[in-house]
């Protein structure tokens, strides 16, 4: 088994230029990663592979999938609509420097805020004071008629939760391994696995189809404990999609308890709007 390809942004730009995609997806997918490394630093995906493996896989996913793709593009276009804003700065350092999930969705909800704000003519900054001896607020906009304060928070999986999807990840980054290597796409859904080694029989089943797939450039088609995951050479990988198993976490009760801890940020920092973005299945 071939090793993984090392996280970099070089990484990102060949799994993008590798796809059957038009020039101006290609173009402005390049310009989001150029962007992200500018802002981020060169040696950002290795640190954050590091941290959290959470934290870069998503921006690979971009190269294959629509709505990952147009994040990174979202974030990237944020990240310049923002660059003169007051507090951006101080957001860019802790970007490049805080590889914790959470402070990382978090600092995105910020940008997010501040930039649908700014979209409908109002100004924005990040972590003011609303008064002296306050707590700074996440986000502060200016509208025609006053000053909004808006609290961020970000709710992840529960500690269970992130464990199995860390190893989703790592069986992810396998399957990417053999997609990078054998110019094949997949589509469908993964499997559960139980234990190392039926993951190790699994991704030996795979790459025995991507080889199939890849050399009679055919679809070949891969039935394991009750889902089916189709091998497509790289020249019929339109709309192609593969899905991480299905996890549950410990839901509405959980997030409850997230709420009333980011009330009582906002009464500490005088912000009267919260966005919240639930990573845990309940929404937003």
């Given at each position: 088994?071939?090793?993984?390809?090392?996280?970099?942004?070089?990484?990102?730009?060949?799994?993008?230029?590798?796809?059957?995609?038009?020039?101006?997806?290609?173009?402005?997918?390049?310009?989001?990663?150029?962007?992200?490394?500018?802002?981020?630093g060169i040696?950002?995906?290795?640190r954050?592979?590091?941290?959290?493996?959470?934290?870069?896989?998503p921006?690979?996913?971009?190269?294959?999938?629509?709505?990952?793709?147009?994040?990174?593009?979202?974030?990237?276009?944020?990240?310049?609509?923002?660059?003169?804003?007051?507090?951006?700065?101080?957001?860019r350092?802790?970007?490049?420097?805080?590889?914790?999930?959470?402070?990382?969705?978090?600092?995105?909800?910020?940008?997010?805020?501040?930039?649908?704000?700014?979209?409908?003519?109002c100004?924005?900054?990040f972590?003011?004071?609303?008064?002296?001896?306050?707590?700074?607020?996440?986000?502060?906009?200016?509208?025609?008629?006053?000053?909004?304060?808006?609290?961020?928070?970000?709710?992840?999986?529960?500690?269970?939760?992130?464990?199995?999807?860390?190893?989703?990840?790592?069986?992810?980054?396998?399957?990417?391994?053999?997609?990078?290597?054998?110019d094949?796409?997949?589509?469908?859904?993964?499997?559960?696995?139980?234990?190392?080694?039926?993951?190790?029989?699994?991704?030996?089943?795979?790459?025995?189809?991507?080889?199939?797939?890849?050399?009679?450039?055919?679809?070949?088609?891969?039935?394991?404990?009750?889902?089916?995951?189709?091998?497509?050479?790289?020249?019929?990988?339109?709309?192609?999609?593969?899905?991480?198993?299905?996890?549950?976490?410990?839901?509405?009760?959980?997030?409850?308890?997230?709420?009333?801890?980011?009330?009582?940020?906002?009464?500490?920092?005088?912000?009267?709007?919260?966005?919240?973005?639930?990573?845990?299945?309940?929404?937003?």
């Open positions: 088994m071939r090793d993984a390809p090392l996280p970099s942004w070089d990484l990102l730009r060949r799994l993008l230029d590798n796809r059957q995609h038009s020039v101006a997806w290609r173009d402005d997918g390049r310009w989001a990663i150029d962007t992200l490394e500018s802002t981020l040696d950002w995906p290795s954050a592979a590091e941290a959290d493996p959470g934290l870069f896989r921006m690979l996913w971009g190269a294959s999938h629509v709505v990952a793709y147009a994040e990174l593009l979202e974030f990237a276009l944020r990240l310049q609509l923002l660059q003169s804003v007051a507090g951006m700065a101080r957001l350092r802790s970007m490049r420097a805080d590889l914790r999930a959470e402070q990382h969705y978090h600092t995105r909800l910020q940008l997010e805020v501040a930039s649908l704000a700014i979209a409908t003519g100004s924005a900054s972590e003011r004071k609303s008064k002296p001896g306050s707590k700074p607020v996440d986000v502060e906009i200016t509208t025609a008629v006053g000053v909004v304060g808006v609290e961020t928070k970000v709710v992840l999986l529960d500690l269970l939760a992130r464990q199995a999807m860390q190893d989703d990840e790592k069986l992810m980054a396998r399957i990417g391994v053999l997609q990078f290597h054998h094949v796409v997949f589509d469908g859904g993964l499997p559960q696995l139980e234990s190392d080694g039926e993951v190790d029989r699994f991704v030996a089943r795979v790459e025995a189809a991507a080889i199939v797939a890849s050399r009679s450039q055919t679809v070949a088609t891969i039935d394991w404990t009750g889902v089916s995951i189709q091998v497509l050479p790289n020249s019929l990988s339109g709309g192609s999609r593969l899905d991480g198993p299905s996890r549950e976490s410990e839901g509405w009760p959980r997030l409850a308890g997230k709420l009333s801890t980011a009330c009582e940020q906002m009464a500490a920092s005088g912000a009267s709007w919260l966005r919240i973005d639930a990573h845990d299945g309940c929404g937003n």
